[in-house]
């Protein structure tokens, strides 16, 4: 269960997030996601995909939830890629990962849920730079957890710096 404290602090981010789309492009080279950063995290995922014999899609958007790179692999079903952008626009205009979403009591997810692209389901996984999230990453074609894993793990794998979102 996720904590009153952990909800609030989500809820608000989204709000606040929601208010100011679409943001205002960054300039600094190291507060946002390029093609070739977003090649290499879809690289990975399909990459640990393979390697458990799943067949999965992902999408890398940037803070305004607009797509960088979309990728979808042979035999992965075709919904999953619409299913990965709306988890990487989630994640990267929430500012949390969309397992923790899941996490909200139903009340709440109730309001997140109104507004279109908005899931909650695991895959989705923010992108945070300097404390603010840039982009978002978002697998779908696995088990929910699964993709959630694969998601984390080639953020770690291709942006080693970037600062890790809540979990």
Do not use: W, Y
């Not at 809820?11 to 996601?33: I, K, N, T, Y």
């Not at 390029?34 to 399909?46: F, M, S, T, W, Y």
């Not at 908005?118 to 957890?145: L, M, N, Q, R, Y």
């Amino acid at each position: 269960m996720i904590s009153p404290v952990c909800r609030n602090l989500i809820l608000a981010g989204f709000f606040a997030a929601v208010s100011v789309m679409p943001a205002a492009a960054q300039s600094e080279h190291d507060r946002q996601v390029r093609l070739a950063d977003a090649q290499k995290i879809a690289g990975k995922v399909v990459e640990l995909a393979a390697a458990k014999g799943n067949m999965v899609s992902v999408v890398i958007v940037n803070r305004e939830g607009r797509v960088i790179l979309s990728q979808r692999m042979d035999d992965a079903s075709f919904i999953s890629l619409k299913v990965a952008e709306s988890k990487a626009v989630t994640a990267a205009v929430v500012g949390a990962p969309t397992q923790l979403l899941g996490q909200l009591p139903d009340k709440e997810k109730l309001s997140l849920l109104a507004i279109s692209e908005i899931v909650t389901i695991a895959g989705g996984v923010p992108v945070v730079s300097g404390g603010k999230t840039i982009a978002g990453i978002g697998v779908s074609g696995a088990a929910a957890e699964d993709d959630h894993a694969m998601a984390e793990a080639a953020l770690k794998f291709a942006l080693p710096d970037k600062d890790r979102a809540p979990q």
